[in-house]
Structure formats: C-alpha cells, structure tokens
C-alpha cells in the first residue's frame, strides 16, 4: 500500500493504487503529464475514467449523468490524502 493510499483510508473510501509506465496507454491522459515532463512528481486520482460511464468525454456526458455522491466521495478521499500527506 502506498504512503498516498494510508492517509486516503481515512475516508472510507476503496483505495486502490496503479504504478505503471509512461508506456501504458491512457496513462498520460491527465494535467499530471506536465508535471512528468518537467520532472516533479505527481499524482493522478482517478476513479476509472473511460471505464467508469459510457458517457466519459463524450457530447452525452451531461451534468445530469454524473453521480455526484461519487463524486464527493473521491473528493473527501482526496482531501484526506492531501491534508494527511502535509502533517506528516
């Protein structure tokens, strides 16, 4: 389990963790690649994308398709990881 992982636990949300390759396609598709590129770490917090709804990033994903309970879900996740992350 990644140190990231530990400090999201805390918000009762199912936290699983990919390390993979640049080479993996799909990988790259998210703001975290420039961060890569100029060589900072970075995170991406996914909670599957393409795999997620029929709908992702296309002209039908509405506001109205969204589950937004998810959403927040992810959001608390992540805000548990970050703010366990900076006491540390």
């Not at 936290?15 to 995170?43: E, K, M, Q, R, T």
């Amino acid at each position: 389990m990644s140190t990231w992982q530990k400090h999201m636990f805390y918000s009762n949300v199912d936290v699983n963790a990919l390390f993979a390759p640049a080479s993996l396609a799909g990988i790259d598709f998210s703001d975290h690649l420039n961060y890569w590129s100029f060589g900072y770490d970075a995170l991406m917090v996914i909670d599957t994308a393409f795999y997620r709804g029929a709908h992702y990033h296309q002209a039908l994903g509405l506001p109205d398709t969204l589950n937004y309970m998810e959403v927040a879900k992810k959001l608390k996740a992540t805000y548990y990881g970050e703010l366990n992350m900076a006491c540390r």
